[in-house]
């Protein structure tokens, strides 16, 4: 097993299966969004042929959509997966949340919570998409004036309500819409069905990969991914490699693979965050040229799978 190879073909960087923006999302089951401009970047390189257009268009549409998910952090989900996978985070995200608000001294009432919620839902009534200055103005023409970290901190709790997510693609600033709107055949999942149905999704586009990098990158506890895992254990195949105990997901591709390959990865690229260990790819020395430990990642270059250093994310002649 050579899970540099393998990881590289599942991710979509070697060989790419896919045509559509939407299929790859879809496929990799979540892809980070943190930053805003670099996550199209992460999803149009993995197309057979990349395309900025056809990612809007998709994106536009609601078969993209942009929230605040799993590790309570920005991913790409397709539409259709939204409403199952925020129910399997919901509870963690908004433990995690919490704890965000009350280091930083911000309680939310619920009353206020319910208010500012009808408030957005009224703008959004008139208006497909609309940024958070719309928002902020909405709330200060009733009475409501907010510092922005606090109408942040509503936004994102209106994302886990299910009431909001991304609206139309611009390009710098984030818009929300409703997810009735954007997303209106999204439908839940039986919390053991969606536990599997996420493992799947996860060891065929990250795999090889470890328990406890499924349990990192779904913010899930062991049980949970655990549960999960046994669900499709027919579909894994376990196999131990200098240390780790990886777990092969059946549709993992091992063809396929040619040296000489460099990537340009985006920040914040699936390829590192999607794993909690990330030393088979990415050299000791070279760790704190991909992330910090405040987690922020840096646009980095591989050869042959491996970190290498980095690349300047402003360089046009990079973009696709």
């Not at 990799?28 to 199209?40: L, S």
């Not at 959509?65 to 409403?83: C, K, N, P």
């Given at each position: 097993m050579n899970p540099v190879s393998s990881r590289l073909l599942n991710q979509q960087l070697i060989c790419p299966q896919?045509?559509?923006?939407?299929?790859?999302?879809?496929?990799?089951?979540?892809?980070?969004?943190?930053?805003?401009?670099?996550?199209?970047?992460?999803?149009?390189?993995?197309?057979?042929?990349?395309?900025?257009?056809?990612?809007?268009?998709?994106?536009?549409?609601?078969?993209?959509?942009?929230?605040?998910?799993?590790?309570?952090?920005?991913?790409?989900?397709?539409?259709?997966?939204?409403?199952?996978?925020?129910?399997?985070c919901r509870e963690p995200a908004l433990r995690g949340l919490r704890s965000w608000m009350k280091t930083n001294g911000v309680s939310i009432p619920e009353a206020e919570q319910a208010a500012v919620q009808q408030v957005f839902a009224d703008v959004l009534s008139k208006r497909r998409s609309v940024l958070k200055s719309d928002f902020a103005?909405?709330?200060?023409?009733?009475?409501?004036?907010?510092?922005?970290?606090?109408?942040?901190y509503h936004i994102r709790l209106a994302e886990y309500a299910g009431l909001l997510c991304s609206g139309d693609l611009t390009p710098l600033k984030r818009t929300c819409a409703l997810v009735a709107d954007k997303v209106p055949d999204a439908r839940p999942l039986p919390r053991e069905e969606a536990l599997a149905l996420l493992a799947r999704k996860y060891f065929r586009s990250h795999g090889p990969a470890t328990l406890e990098d499924f349990s990192w990158w779904s913010g899930l506890g062991l049980n949970d991914?655990?549960?999960?895992?046994?669900?499709?254990?027919?579909?894994?195949?376990?196999?131990?490699?200098?240390?780790?105990?990886?777990?092969?997901h059946q549709d993992g591709r091992t063809r396929g693979w040619r040296s000489g390959c460099v990537h340009y990865l985006p920040a914040y690229d699936e390829y590192l965050i999607g794993y909690k260990s990330r030393s088979i790819v990415l050299p000791e020395e070279l760790r704190s040229r991909a992330h910090n430990s405040s987690g922020n990642f840096w646009p980095v270059v591989l050869q042959d799978g491996i970190v290498t250093g980095n690349w300047d994310g402003r360089d046009k002649d990079k973009m696709l």
């Open positions: 896919f045509n559509s923006p939407h299929d790859v999302v879809e496929w990799m089951g979540a892809v980070q969004a943190q930053d805003y401009a670099m996550m199209r970047l992460a999803v149009t390189m993995r197309c057979r042929k990349p395309s900025q257009k056809a990612f809007e268009k998709e994106f536009n549409e609601g078969r993209i959509v942009r929230t605040h998910l799993f590790r309570t952090t920005w991913q790409l989900v397709a539409g259709e997966d939204l409403i199952w996978m925020l129910e399997l103005a909405a709330l200060g023409d009733i009475g409501m004036e907010m510092d922005d970290q606090r109408l942040s991914c655990r549960k999960g895992m046994a669900a499709i254990e027919k579909e894994l195949t376990e196999e131990r490699w200098k240390g780790y105990d990886f777990f092969v």
